[in-house]
């Protein structure tokens, strides 16, 4: 039972999430777009960032637990953190998911990875626990952050901080690459197009 609640928390935070990164998609916000990659210095650059305010987001559970006097403040609070923890939910998404994208994988780990830190913090257990969570999130974070990306341009995009004249290639060059090669080529320059 005690694992149940952060469970349905989880999915429930997830579900959200989803919807609230598929609603500021269609508005045409970019930071909720899982496509494209991210190289690891942008990467390390937004976990950091990304921890920190998960970080923030317990020091601000914690400190308003201090103040509760009654039982509508004890859910009033519940309901505020968890929809802070519904506002970074899709943020990681996006981070893990490009990422994930520039090592050249699917997007579903990713997804997955993001759900599961989720769940790591809204998950209160006995301290040492959440100490080795924590732990835990880092090191699979410090795995990604040294995980080297594709040079090349893969099916999710070309490479962050390429030079865009480099990609303008002549017809020597793509008789020479293999017709997968050229096939990914191909299906990167009709999405930026349509871009």
């Not at 496509?35 to 305010?53: A, E, K, V, Y």
């Not at 929809?83 to 899709?90: A, I």
């Not at 952050?145 to 999710?156: A, S």
Request: hydrophobic share 50%; aromatic share 16%; glycine share 6%.
């Amino acid at each position: 039972m005690d694992l149940l609640y952060p469970v349905l928390r989880t999915v429930l935070i997830c579900l959200v999430g989803f919807c609230i990164a598929f609603q500021g998609r269609r508005m045409g916000y970019t930071i909720f777009n899982l496509s494209g990659r991210l190289n690891r210095l942008q990467f390390f650059i937004l976990f950091i960032t990304l921890m920190m305010l998960y970080y923030a987001v317990d020091i601000i559970e914690a400190r308003l637990y201090d103040y509760i006097i009654s039982l509508p403040a004890y859910y009033g609070t519940r309901i505020f953190i968890g929809l802070l923890q519904t506002l970074l939910f899709p943020l990681s998404c996006a981070l893990f998911v490009r990422r994930v994208h520039d090592i050249g994988f699917n997007g579903w780990a990713g997804l997955l990875w993001a759900a599961i830190i989720t769940f790591i913090n809204t998950y209160v257990a006995v301290t040492p626990i959440n100490y080795f969570l924590d732990l835990f999130v880092w090191l699979i974070g410090f795995l990604f952050w040294i995980l080297p990306g594709q040079h090349e341009p893969n099916q999710y995009g070309y490479p962050p901080f390429m030079n865009r004249q480099n990609d303008i290639e002549d017809t020597t060059t793509l008789k020479t690459l293999t017709p997968k090669e050229q096939k990914v080529r191909k299906i990167v320059r009709n999405r930026r197009k349509k871009k």
